[in-house]
């Protein structure tokens, strides 16, 4: 009596198609009966694709092989095995190598002439391509479901799934709604953001504590604004949005510019680090403290060449003394309305004219995205309706997947430029504004904390160049209001560090105001 194994597998989808493991058993228990073996053991595979042999039981099995307690596998069907024309060569070798059948119980071959192998061989390529055209079917499923403007995954925090439909989470949406606040308001990063939400006892969905990843994904993922998102590509969705597009920019923007600027500078008492530099040699400029340690009197800005290589003449900055020349001459800005009032016409002029140079740029891409679109929709059809070769086939997908990326690159240039020219409308921006707000500029910036006086003096600085002490070159820019928002004429009497205040500019590019 031949000595026998049987093996068993089946994947959650196919337990409703018959393919249950109960099933499978009865059927190889019958079959070994029937050919008078001895079987010693059922290896059982619950919940495991066939895509591989990355799975408990096969990898138990074959390493069991060379060990001679069996001398025949059984399994149900093939496919039950493998699904991989190319595992399915390996493992016959390596079968053949300790004299070891393998024989399954539905279909008609044998291992061990040249008719049973080609059999083996034929019934294999054929479990491959089934599972090849499954995997075509899921894929096509869910770009199917991506077209439509649904969600492919675990809804994302501030969401729940319902039907493959996002639906706000009312418990969930407001945190995400105060984490941009947060970020934009106290302009702190993500990491002191996760800090401050774990202090107050707030978890995260999984009743875990916030990290900086997870606060990080909230800040950047288009899903609040309205979007679904699918293997690197995002459409409208059906959705609604938790976060508007004007201030989901606004985030992004100043993420771009945080970007490559050590945390530490964003968080310092010295608000100048990040805008100053030497009028010498262009190095940037630090803070040092010599002389004896705590004595905070003795702060000085250094240039990093001069400090760090004696290459650049340049001598220490008494800080408070830099500062306050700085503080100054914003101070002095804000009395020459007239020179204000021709900044703001001219920037105005300049905005008409990269508003007219955007549009034509636009158009340009919408004329060549239409082609592109048109070619596609003629692949796709040539391609239903023929049915060509496989290489014929395999072709057509090359030029297919070449359109579509050059069409998916101008679009994403065109969502670029419209954001940009977004950011131009500053119809609102008036001489007196601009010098109201940079006449409250001190009562502000006495009231915030380091990382809110960095923002507001980024908000009007552009650039510092220090060529001394006595010479300092201040480049202004278009101080920018909230969203939607107005300065007050008159500065709040009650504007504390602790509470938190909630004006923050909108960071775009624009002209200097140089003195």
Request: a positive charge; glycine letters at 6%; aromatic letters at 8%.
């Given at each position: ?10 994947s ?9 493991l109960?099933?499978?058993?009865d ?6 009966k ?6 010693l053991?059922?290896y ?16 138990r099995?074959l390493?069991e ?12 069907k ?28 539905t ?15 034929v ?7 089934e ?36 639906i ?21 990063g993500?990491k ?17 504590k ?17 979007f679904t ?20 920019e ?7 510019e ?10 310092s ?15 940037s ?7 004896t340690?705590?004595k ?13 290589y ?17 503080f ?10 007239e020179l ?8 105005k ?35 239903a ?15 297919l ?12 240039e ?18 007196k504004?601009i010098s ?19 923002l ?12 001394s ?7 202004m820019?278009l ?17 504390g ?16 105001l140089?003195?």
């Open positions: 009596m031949e000595t026998a194994i049987g093996y068993i597998r089946v959650s989808e196919e337990q409703v198609e018959g393919f249950s109960d099933a499978q058993e059927r190889i228990r019958a079959y070994a029937s050919q008078d073996y001895h079987l053991e059922i059982r595979d619950d919940g495991y694709s066939a895509k591989d042999l990355e799975r408990p039981a096969v990898q099995l390493q092989v060379p060990q001679g307690k069996f001398k025949i596998i059984l399994v149900y093939l496919d039950r095995f493998t699904r991989r024309l190319k595992d399915l060569t390996e493992i016959l070798e390596y079968l053949d190598k300790y004299e070891v059948k393998f024989e399954s119980v279909e008609p071959f044998e291992t061990k002439t040249a008719p049973g192998r080609l059999m083996l061989n019934l294999g390529g054929f479990a491959q391509f599972r090849e055209v499954n995997a075509e079917r899921v894929l096509s499923s869910l770009k199917r479901r991506f077209d439509e403007g649904k969600w492919m995954t675990t809804a994302p925090f501030g969401y729940s799934l319902v039907d493959g439909l996002l706000v989470n009312p418990a969930e949406a407001p945190l995400v709604k105060r984490m941009y606040q947060i970020y934009l308001d106290e302009n702190i993500t002191e953001i996760a800090k401050k939400l774990n202090e107050e006892g707030i978890r995260n969905r999984r009743w875990l916030w990290r900086t990843g997870g606060i990080h994904r909230a800040l950047t993922s288009p899903v609040y604004i309205g998102v699918w293997k690197g590509a995002k459409k409208p969705g059906s959705h609604e949005k938790i976060i508007e597009k004007e201030v989901f606004a985030v992004q923007k100043r993420l771009k945080k970007n490559g600027v050590p945390p530490r500078n964003h968080a008492r010295n608000v100048l680090i990040g805008l100053l530099s030497c009028a010498k040699c262009g190095a400029m630090f803070v040092q403290r010599p002389g340690k705590g905070e009197k003795y702060r000085y800005y250094v240039c990093a060449n001069a400090h760090e004696h290459s650049c003449s340049q001598k220490y900055v008494d800080g408070n003394l830099l500062e306050e020349k700085i100054t001459q914003i101070r002095e800005v804000s009395r020459k309305p204000i009032r021709d900044y703001v016409i001219e920037y002029r300049e905005q008409i004219e990269e508003k007219t140079e955007l549009k034509e740029r636009m158009a340009k891409l919408n004329k060549q995205i239409a082609p592109l679109k048109k070619k596609e929709g003629k692949i796709i059809n040539w391609l309706e023929t049915l060509p070769d496989k290489e014929t086939a395999g072709r057509m997908d090359q030029k997947k070449s359109l579509t990326d050059k069409r998916k690159k101008l679009e994403e065109l969502l670029t430029l419209e954001a940009k020219g977004r950011n131009l409308n500053l119809d609102g921006i008036t001489a504004l109201g707000y940079l006449e409250r500029f001190d009562f502000y910036y006495e009231r915030f904390n380091p990382p809110q006086r960095k507001l003096l980024e908000s009007v600085v552009q650039k510092i160049k220090v060529e002490k006595e010479k300092i070159h201040l480049y820019t101080p920018l209001l909230p969203l939607g928002a107005s300065l007050p004429s008159e500065a709040p009497t009650s504007v560090a602790k509470e938190g205040s909630k004006w923050h500019p909108v960071w775009r590019a624009r002209p200097d140089n003195r």
